[in-house]
């Protein structure tokens, strides 16, 4: 156990829906990371929130949308979905804003599937 | 956008078996980091290298950064079953880590 509890594990949805996905960063740590991880694509960095602020973003689809909440635990939600969005989603946390010297800690993810 | 490069994609060998994977940009990076995710699971640090030329050993893994910081390679010798997964290197990109597009290794029994 990484300490990063991600739910729901899997998600099946249809084309045209949202969702929303959830993460609790490992207790301590102020910031969370969101990553997404498709089978051509790679893991790619979508946005990053510091102590419930947005501190960067990545290639994140307007559709998309995440916030970060006072006890520090975030949410990502997925709207007007499409086949393609079909992947595994990532949370990371890390103590520091940047979370450099220290590694970012990965929750086990949350599989999404769009039919 | 700094991109990360990494060769082979697929590795297949038997157990015992020496390997190398590398990690390759033409950016410079500040420092590098190698993450092993196995099925199921989301990537596990498993270290960070600094310094051009640096080398570091964990166990069976060696790592080394380039001298010139824009590469990085991870050797394992007498590979095992355990050491099955996806092998990703990771470069601080402004605020946020950049991953490359993995090593996936399989260890036969």
């Known amino acids: 156990d990484s300490g990063v509890t991600q739910t729901p594990k899997h998600l099946i949805t249809a084309t045209g829906q949202r969702v929303t996905l959830r993460c609790s960063p490992r207790s301590g740590d102020l910031s969370v990371y969101w990553y997404q991880q498709s089978l051509d694509q790679g893991l790619q960095f979508l946005i990053q929130?510091?102590?419930?602020?947005?501190?960067a973003k990545g290639n994140i689809l307007e559709r998309f949308s995440a916030q970060q909440f006072p006890d520090l635990h975030s949410e990502l939600n997925l709207s007007s979905l499409e086949l393609g969005d079909s992947a595994l989603y990532f949370c990371?946390?890390?103590?520091?804003?940047?979370?450099?010297?220290?590694?970012?800690?990965f929750g086990s993810g949350t599989r999404l599937t769009v039919v | 956008t700094q991109l990360l490069e990494q060769s082979p994609q697929f590795l297949s060998i038997q157990e015992g078996e020496n390997l190398t994977v590398y990690c390759n940009s033409s950016s410079v990076f500040s420092s590098l980091q190698w993450y092993r995710q196995e099925p199921g699971e989301g990537p596990v640090l498993l270290v960070t290298?600094?310094?051009?030329?640096e080398v570091k050993k964990l166990k069976r893994l060696t790592f080394q950064f380039g001298d010139a910081r824009k590469d990085s390679s991870l050797h394992i010798t007498a590979a095992q079953p355990g050491d099955t997964g996806l092998y990703l290197c990771a470069g601080r990109g402004g605020n946020m880590l950049t991953f490359g597009g993995g090593t996936r290794l399989m260890v036969k029994p």
């Open positions: 929130y510091y102590n419930g602020e947005e501190r």
């Open positions: 990371a946390s890390s103590v520091a804003p940047t979370g450099w010297s220290y590694g970012y800690t």
């Open positions: 290298v600094v310094t051009g030329g």
